[in-house]
């Protein structure tokens, strides 16, 4: 991922590709060697992509360095002072170049309906996006409790409940079905949910699950 720049296709499938290795790689091997010695190109080939001149954090928790970023056939295969030629190039001057982030704690449930962008995180360098935090969320949803699963929302996390009220189609009842409906969806970045408990507790005991009414006995 470039930072500061919406990165085409192929810069973000390639680069994001190692989004679980920031942070996650601290103390281990680099993700791609830091010389480009791995993969011989022969000298009339083109690179897929070359990234050049960026400041280089390869999420190993070593230190940034100048560098090139080359990718092929969807795979980085090149990282240091790389030279061309490439079918596409992106001078990346002035700007970070790094694996993408990982953010485990989003609340994207009901945005994740209508919008494939996921903006702002996709500006932010996210590559994979968790949601379903906090216990809030839209799925399971009895019919008719669409409303109080919102408040709920808008109460815990402050997104305009006018906003979700007009984004969403409510075109799921279970968790599964919830699943599809994303399913059907494509998302600028990869994209994973849990299960709030918050909407299971609505389903499970309706409104009494929000007024500390006492718990059934256990039979
Ligand atoms: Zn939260």
């Not at 295969?77 to 001078?91: C, H, K, Y």
């Not at 694996?99 to 994740?112: M, R, S, W």
């Not at 360098?125 to 408040?151: D, H, K, S, W, Y």
């Amino acid at each position: 991922m470039v930072s500061s720049r919406r990165s085409g296709g192929g810069a973000r499938a390639s680069l994001g590709s190692g989004a679980a290795g920031c942070g996650a790689t601290r103390g281990r091997a680099p993700l791609v060697p830091s010389t480009p010695t791995e993969w011989k190109k022969s000298p009339d080939m083109a690179y897929d992509l070359l990234v050049r001149n960026g400041r280089l954090i390869d999420g190993t928790g070593g230190p940034a360095r100048e560098g090139d970023v080359a990718i092929q056939d969807g795979r980085i295969v090149a990282v240091g002072r790389v030279d061309g030629p490439a079918r596409r190039e992106i001078d990346a001057d002035g700007r970070a170049v790094m694996p993408g982030f990982v953010d485990v704690h989003t609340h994207y449930d009901g945005q994740a309906t209508w919008d494939p962008d996921l903006a702002p995180s996709v500006y932010h360098g996210v590559t994979t996006a968790v949601m379903g935090n906090c216990g809030v969320g839209f799925a399971p949803v009895r019919p008719g409790q669409e409303g109080f699963l919102i408040e709920l929302m808008e109460g815990v996390e402050d997104i305009p409940g006018t906003t979700l009220h007009e984004g969403i189609d409510w075109s799921w009842e279970s968790f599964p079905e919830y699943l599809e409906a994303l399913e059907g969806r494509r998302f600028t970045m990869d994209l994973g949910t849990q299960v709030p408990h918050g909407s299971i507790r609505a389903y499970v005991m309706g409104v009494a699950g929000s007024l500390r009414a006492p718990r059934s006995p256990i039979t």
